[in-house]
């Protein structure tokens, strides 16, 4: 089976940096991928990994350890509009996502 | 055009009632899909139209019936429907399964649903 694990809530404060785990558990590996959403909104895609390394978009990075069966979301420069919840998901062999619980971001100012 | 479409924004339906949800997309995607997203859960799958043939139904009960009448479209009709099945009701869409997968799917803003 498919399992994600990612904290359930993360606190940083504008303008700092915050890291977002999530550690899968898969039967067969075909890429990691976050998602993030607002409140009342609609999930939004951010980054996909197929391969070990880091992504970069702009503020957001995205690592993938495929060794370590491990991935983190990586926000810099954070803003207040960041704040929102950030899934991970994973794809299996039947090539349908199976979504982590989610990780809400709060932000200070 | 780089979105997805969905109406109603809101609905309020009783029991009895039958009513459908619509999507669109306008991005030459042959995958779209239906999840149920309850509150501070995750999107949970409900259906995956893949070319327009159903290709995946997550054991969803028949009082939510899906349709695909073309590759844009997609609609999911509901009936006798519970209180317990209020939630947000989000379409997504994706360019196609077998050779990207379900990786990168784009989502519609979703319908809130409320059964009374």
């Known amino acids: 089976g498919q399992s994600l694990e990612q904290p359930s809530e993360v606190t940083a404060v504008e303008g700092a940096i915050v890291q977002i785990n999530c550690t899968y558990q898969t039967s067969g590996f075909y890429g990691l991928s976050w998602y993030q959403q607002h409140d009342g909104g609609a999930p939004t895609f951010l980054s996909y990994n197929a391969l070990d390394g880091l992504e970069e978009t702009g503020r957001f990075s995205s690592f993938l350890s495929r060794s370590d069966s491990y991935g983190y979301l990586l926000l810099q420069e954070l803003q207040m509009k960041d704040s929102a919840s950030y899934f991970c998901?994973?794809?299996?062999?039947?090539?349908?996502?199976?979504w982590g619980a989610g990780t809400k971001l709060i932000i200070k100012p | 055009d780089t979105e997805v479409t969905q109406t109603p924004k809101h609905l309020v339906m009783g029991m009895t009632n039958k009513k459908s949800l619509k999507c669109e997309q306008h991005m030459g995607h042959r995958a779209m899909y239906w999840y149920k997203q309850k509150a501070k859960k995750p999107p949970e799958l409900m259906f995956v139209y893949s070319y327009e043939k159903l290709s995946i139904n997550e054991s969803v009960p028949s009082r939510f019936s899906p349709e695909c009448p073309n590759s844009s479209l997609l609609n999911l009709h509901l009936h006798a429907l519970q209180p317990e099945d209020s939630a947000l009701y989000l379409c997504?869409?994706?360019?196609?399964?077998?050779?990207?997968?379900?990786?990168?799917?784009?989502f519609g803003p979703g319908t809130r649903l409320t059964v009374l």
């Open positions: 998901a994973v794809r299996d062999p039947q090539y349908q996502l199976i």
């Open positions: 997504a869409s994706s360019q196609d399964r077998e050779t990207s997968g379900d990786n990168e799917q784009f």
